[in-house]
């Protein structure tokens, strides 16, 4: 199958990126018919059937364990280290609150990273006295990043946290560099990947990560309500589950209370089922009809075709420092409102992508259902806000 017929199919099964140029996938990412389907099924069945009986309770285990199974396949990891989550926040929280705090305590971050990532730890700062302190990856999160973690490193740092790509300028980190820093020194380190998985290519072994958290309504072109949290298998006992239920515990155990061995009990109650069904649809697409390696590739190769169209653009800077790594591409339009740009784009040419009002920049995400032409209307019509 050439790339033009195999692009042509993917854009049939996903109707919002025909009725316009569709750039914000870092947001949230066009849904393919697949999913609704999966989702429409699962809910009517549950509608006909009622949610009862064994039968019952075995498909929705069955649909759970295949969905962290197709995770695992995402990331190279084992289903076993994969707990279900409803988004990369919830996996951060997990995350963040499983360790023993204690006043003074201390966390390295970056200047580069979302609320998602910060928002427990500013919770953490108000209920348990930590102290956050930042690595500055200069405007562009293009300054070493060991370099920037060890000028902040002290005695009571406990964890460090950050993004695999940046959220602002699409920089990708070097997080197995973080994470061998984290372990010469017996520190977690806890990566938010909203913006890499179903980006770019994840390996959490080769990465040597400790904790990863991901969605799946951004690039993965998944349900709201759906995520996961990849934990290492050894950092289990040293991540205390928050929130505990059924789910959490060990049925096969005699005691009283038992958490079970592997992830999942870090899964408090039931999921939203149609959720979960539209998920595993979304995986299985990605990977058997799509193909992961080609995603990526393509992802990669529109993001470098993007730059180069742009860069020209008189008054245009481009922020992100490594074009064509991934899909994240932003820039500055001199003397241009930038929430005001994305508003004339959107109504007068069926442009979306977003502002990052933080650096009064633009976005956007080039999806592996996005063509040349998308990206040759969006320079044309960058060029008519000036």
């Excluded at 969905?67 to 990331?75: G, P, S």
């Excluded at 190279?76 to 409803?86: M, P």
């Excluded at 984290?182 to 400790?210: H, M, T, Y």
């Excluded at 992830?263 to 990605?286: I, N």
Aim: net charge negative; aromatic share 6%.
């Amino acid at each position: 199958m050439t790339t033009i017929s195999h692009v042509q199919r993917i854009r049939q099964t996903l109707p919002a990126v025909e009725s316009r140029i569709y750039l914000n996938a870092g947001t949230f990412g066009p849904i393919p018919k697949q999913v609704v389907q999966a989702m429409q099924a699962r809910i009517q069945e549950e509608l006909a059937e009622g949610r009862l009986g064994m039968q019952s309770y075995e498909q929705r285990s069955l649909i759970s364990q295949q969905v962290r199974e197709r995770v695992a396949h995402l990331l190279h990891a084992d289903a076993d280290e994969i707990a279900l989550t409803a988004n990369t926040s919830e996996g951060m929280n997990i995350a963040t609150y499983g360790l023993d705090w204690q006043a003074g305590d201390e966390v390295i971050t970056t200047n580069h990273e979302h609320l998602g990532a910060l928002g427990p730890l500013y919770q953490l700062r108000e209920r348990r006295g930590i102290v956050i302190r930042m690595a500055d990856l200069g405007e562009r999160a293009d300054r070493p990043l060991v370099a920037a973690i060890e000028k902040v490193l002290t005695p009571r740092t406990r964890l460090i946290v950050l993004s695999h790509v940046t959220w602002t300028t699409g920089t990708v980190l070097d997080v197995r560099a973080a994470s061998r820093l984290g372990k010469a020194r017996g520190i977690p380190v806890l990566i938010d990947g909203a913006q890499s998985a179903g980006n770019i290519a994840i390996n959490v072994k080769e990465l040597e990560a400790d904790l990863y958290a991901i969605p799946m309504q951004k690039w993965l072109c998944g349900p709201d309500g759906t995520g996961a949290l990849y934990i290492r298998r050894d950092l289990l006992d040293r991540i205390a589950p928050t929130y505990a239920g059924y789910p959490s515990k060990n049925h096969l155990s005699e005691r009283e209370w038992e958490l079970k061995a592997d992830a999942q009990r870090f899964e408090v109650g039931g999921r939203h089922m149609s959720a979960l069904a539209g998920q595993l649809a979304a995986l299985q697409w990605l990977e058997d009809e799509i193909g992961y390696d080609w995603l990526f590739e393509r992802i990669a190769d529109l993001n470098d075709y993007a730059y180069a169209v742009l860069k020209d653009i008189p008054g245009l800077t481009v922020l992100t420092p490594q074009p064509g790594s991934n899909g994240l591409l932003s820039f500055k339009l001199a003397n241009v409102d930038d929430a005001e740009a994305v508003s004339i784009l959107q109504k007068q040419h069926g442009i979306y992508l977003r502002n990052l009002a933080n650096i009064h920049a633009l976005r956007i995400s080039t999806g592996f259902y996005n063509t040349q032409e998308d990206i040759d209307h969006l320079a044309k019509a960058v060029v008519k806000l000036f």
